[in-house]
């Protein structure tokens, strides 16, 4: 299994990214994908996740309203789409898969077995 994230850049404050997660070796509908994140300094924080298979998606307090997690199963692709971007955004994200769906843990990175290379995401003030 391989992930690769990306779309990240350089954007000003109130701008809008969409991040991209491909996978090869799993079918994205059977699996929770998952978009974290890390500032330097700072642990990986959860963002969201997505179960395909129950059309069910998760996010983080701090981002609910402003991303959206969305995917195609016809090319194993999830999305971020990132609105209203802020400073605090900044960091590198990085898209996880699993098998399982385990409500109590998907936001812990402990959840995802497969993690993708990160793609860096800077937003100035």
């Known amino acids: 299994v391989q992930l690769q994230a990306s779309g990240g850049g350089l954007v000003q404050a109130g701008a809008s990214l969409r991040l991209s997660c491909s996978a090869s070796?799993?079918?994205?509908?059977?699996?929770?994908i998952a978009w974290f994140r890390q500032a330097p300094g700072k642990e990986r924080e959860f963002v969201a996740a997505i179960r395909r298979s129950i059309s069910n998606t998760y996010y983080s307090d701090s981002v609910r309203g402003r991303f959206t997690i969305s995917g195609d199963n016809a090319i194993n692709m999830v999305y971020l789409q990132m609105n209203s971007l802020k400073p605090e955004d900044t960091a590198v994200y990085y898209c996880a898969a699993d098998a399982r769906l385990i409500l109590s843990s998907i936001r812990m990175p402990q959840h995802y077995d497969y993690w993708g290379q990160g793609t860096q995401v800077t937003v100035s003030s």
């Open positions: 070796g799993l079918s994205f509908r059977e699996y929770t």
